[in-house]
């Protein structure tokens, strides 16, 4: 692997990173960015992304917890759900074909930006 290689993964890295801090989720830039543009399998680019994940999420807490952001009212009612919801995701990544896993995760990410799309006119709307 040469130096821009690096340089091109530390960029992502970056991306990941910024969208992760501001809670849109690195890895709807991250694993597309590892699964198209450097070939890797949709399965480890989540598994990479789940890794990195695991520091961004501590710092942002702690910053949002220091301002003041975070607000604790029924966090175990979201937590518990997401926590099912996580093992069974993962018993399903793990036998699911990677290109099957790749075309539901841009699936899902088509809806996503639909979402966003739709919710950023109706607040443009209202104003």
């Not at 091109?8 to 991306?15: D, F, P, S």
């Not at 006119?121 to 209202?126: D, F, G, V």
Request: proline share 2%.
């Amino acid at each position: 692997m040469d130096w821009l290689e690096y340089i091109w993964y530390a960029a992502a890295g970056i991306a990941g990173g910024v969208l992760g801090g501001m809670g849109m989720g690195g890895g709807t830039v991250l694993i597309p960015l590892l699964s198209i543009f450097y070939n890797v399998t949709q399965h480890t680019a989540q598994a990479i992304n789940l890794i990195s994940f695991i520091p961004m999420a501590v710092i942002a807490l702690l910053i949002h917890l220091k301002n003041r952001l975070v607000d604790f009212k029924g966090i175990l009612y979201i937590i518990l759900p997401g926590l099912v919801a996580c093992v069974l995701g993962c018993y399903v990544a793990r036998v699911m074909n990677s290109e099957v896993l790749r075309r539901c995760f841009g699936g899902f990410l088509l809806l996503l930006s639909v979402f966003q799309i739709v919710t950023g006119l109706k607040k443009k709307n209202k104003k």
